[in-house]
């Protein structure tokens, strides 16, 4: 790790605004409404689990974001900035136990750094250099560096193992939250269903998918569901 987790977690921020701020411009930055409440309500119940992964993530500026957009997509920067995609939601009819699993999923990621070890591997290879200095430059230099940054922190994909842990992270957390962990499956399903002869959308570009990762999802399944049933269950509401 090259790069201190602090100045990911301002990198990303930096990003995570610039993103919401020209969502704004467009229209199509969603804050309020059904489906952002929807959102929220699952994001708090997961976000209150993390904790047992480790300490500091009561310390975090938590944040959520609804982008309304045809895109397949949703991320989690590093410091705990959820973003989502209306057209996932929509496009796949999730329920909320699958918006739980991918949220999970994400959340996960950000708990466990894999953005701030991506970013570090670029820089020690000097594919990224400067970032920091950048960053404290000008707030156009800062907007560039950042956004340098998020194509390692977010978009480029992550490592097998990196993805295993976040599978495994993710599935507890939303079972925890009082989530069915089988909708990682489902979701799963209906996403290859969704992309079957079609071009791979940007969320599957960054994540392993077809049949072996189905495999692997449910061999975690004796492990995270007995938490599910020991766990208090959302209630139910309609947005």
């Given at each position: 790790m090259?790069?201190?987790?602090?100045?990911?977690?301002?990198?990303?921020?930096i990003s995570y605004n610039e993103q919401n701020q020209k969502a704004k411009e467009k229209n199509i930055l969603v804050s309020s409404g059904p489906a952002?409440?929807?959102?929220?309500?699952?994001?708090?119940?997961?976000?209150?689990?993390?904790?047992?992964?480790?300490?500091?993530?009561?310390?975090?500026?938590?944040?959520?974001?609804?982008?309304?957009?045809?895109?397949?997509?949703?991320?989690?920067?590093?410091?705990?900035k959820i973003t989502?995609?209306?057209?996932?939601?929509?496009?796949?009819n999730l329920t909320d136990d699958e918006i739980a699993a991918i949220m999970g999923h994400?959340?996960?990621?950000?708990?466990?750094?894999?953005?701030?070890?991506?970013?570090s591997q670029a820089m020690a290879q000097s594919?990224?250099?400067?970032i920091a200095l950048a960053a404290a430059g000008s707030y156009g230099s800062a907007i560039s560096?950042?956004?340098?940054?998020?194509?390692?922190?977010?978009?480029?994909?992550?490592?097998r193992q990196n993805e295993s842990e976040a599978d495994a992270i993710g599935l507890e957390l939303a079972a925890r939250a009082g989530y069915n962990p089988q909708a990682a499956i489902s979701?799963?399903?209906?996403m290859i269903r969704a992309t079957d002869g079609k071009a791979s959308p940007e969320f599957l570009s960054t994540h392993p998918s077809g049949e072996t990762r189905i495999e692997q999802l449910t061999v975690l399944m004796p492990t995270v569901e007995p938490l599910y049933l020991n766990a208090q269950k959302p209630s139910l509401k309609k947005y």
């Amino acid at each position: 790790m090259v790069v201190s987790s602090a100045e990911v977690d301002r990198l990303s921020a930096i990003s995570y605004n610039e993103q919401n701020q020209k969502a704004k411009e467009k229209n199509i930055l969603v804050s309020s409404g059904p489906a952002y409440d929807r959102l929220k309500s699952i994001s708090n119940r997961l976000i209150q689990q993390t904790s047992i992964f480790r300490d500091d993530t009561r310390d975090w500026n938590w944040q959520l974001t609804l982008i309304n957009a045809p895109t397949l997509n949703a991320t989690c920067a590093p410091g705990g900035k959820i973003t989502f995609y209306s057209g996932l939601v929509e496009q796949l009819n999730l329920t909320d136990d699958e918006i739980a699993a991918i949220m999970g999923h994400e959340i996960a990621h950000a708990l466990r750094e894999h953005g701030r070890e991506r970013l570090s591997q670029a820089m020690a290879q000097s594919a990224v250099t400067n970032i920091a200095l950048a960053a404290a430059g000008s707030y156009g230099s800062a907007i560039s560096a950042a956004n340098q940054a998020a194509q390692y922190i977010l978009v480029l994909p992550n490592s097998r193992q990196n993805e295993s842990e976040a599978d495994a992270i993710g599935l507890e957390l939303a079972a925890r939250a009082g989530y069915n962990p089988q909708a990682a499956i489902s979701v799963w399903k209906k996403m290859i269903r969704a992309t079957d002869g079609k071009a791979s959308p940007e969320f599957l570009s960054t994540h392993p998918s077809g049949e072996t990762r189905i495999e692997q999802l449910t061999v975690l399944m004796p492990t995270v569901e007995p938490l599910y049933l020991n766990a208090q269950k959302p209630s139910l509401k309609k947005y």
